[in-house]
């Protein structure tokens, strides 16, 4: 499966900390992206990367993609309660006239003020 | 906002009832896709419509049946659903499936409970 898998199920951290979340995934991929979802909402795209891109940066995001590790890395820098959510990644792939984008279960954030 | 709108947001309804979800996308896109989002597991694609065409079904039962009249609009046709069918289904879109697979725009989704 190229499923991603996030890592870990769930983190509670305090305001101003950083906050790390970790995907790895099985097969070769076009790129990866980052997603966030508050409780009982839709998905809202964070960033993309690339799989011959090693590290992206939005505003407090960083993204970086090892494809020797098939892993990825989401850090939020400086956290605050209003980025408490559930961040997915999901990792895309085009072969053979297949094309998907399959979602891990993510990462549950905790952000307390 | 994303630019998706979902309706409704809640339904709940019984096992032979027939109801369908809408969802409308502001965005000028090609592709839309309907997905299932149950708890403890990872966001299922159930539909993908590429120029109003379906261009993937995975293996989803036939008491879900999608339409897809035009390119910015997207239906869930639900019948003789089952208690484990109870989900948040999402709809998204994106500009064209393929190539780079990009960004997908997520509506709010609607919170479904089968009795």
């Known amino acids: 499966s190229q499923q991603g898998e996030e890592d870990p199920q769930a983190l509670s951290i305090q305001e101003g900390e950083n906050a790390t979340m970790n995907c790895s995934y099985k097969?070769?991929?076009?790129?990866l992206q980052w997603y966030r979802q508050n409780s009982g909402r839709g998905l809202v795209h964070l960033i993309l990367i690339r799989s011959n891109e090693r590290e992206k940066h939005s505003g407090r995001l960083r993204v970086t993609l090892d494809t020797s590790k098939k892993s990825s890395s989401l850090l939020i820098t400086a956290s605050r309660a209003a980025d408490t959510a559930s961040y997915f990644c999901?990792?895309?792939?085009?072969?053979?006239?297949?094309?998907?984008?399959?979602f891990g279960k993510g990462t549950k954030l905790t952000v307390n003020p | 906002e994303t630019g998706v709108t979902q309706t409704p947001r809640h339904l709940v309804m019984g096992m032979t009832n027939k109801k369908s979800l809408k969802c409308e996308q502001h965005?000028?896109?090609?592709?839309m896709y309907w997905y299932k989002q149950s708890a403890k597991k990872p966001l299922e694609l159930m539909f993908v419509y590429n120029f109003k065409e379906q261009t993937e079904n995975n293996s989803v039962p036939s008491r879900f049946s999608p339409e897809c009249p035009n390119s910015s609009h997207l239906f869930l046709h639900l019948h003789t659903l089952q208690p484990e069918d109870s989900a948040l289904y999402l709809c998204?879109?994106?500009?064209?499936?393929?190539?780079?697979?990009?960004?997908?725009?997520f509506g709010p989704g609607t919170r479904l409970t089968v009795l």
């Open positions: 965005l000028g896109h090609n592709a």
């Open positions: 998204a879109s994106s500009q064209e499936r393929g190539l780079a697979l990009d960004t997908q725009y």
């Open positions: 097969t070769s991929i076009n790129n």
């Open positions: 999901a990792t895309g792939k085009s072969q053979g006239g297949s094309e998907k984008l399959v």
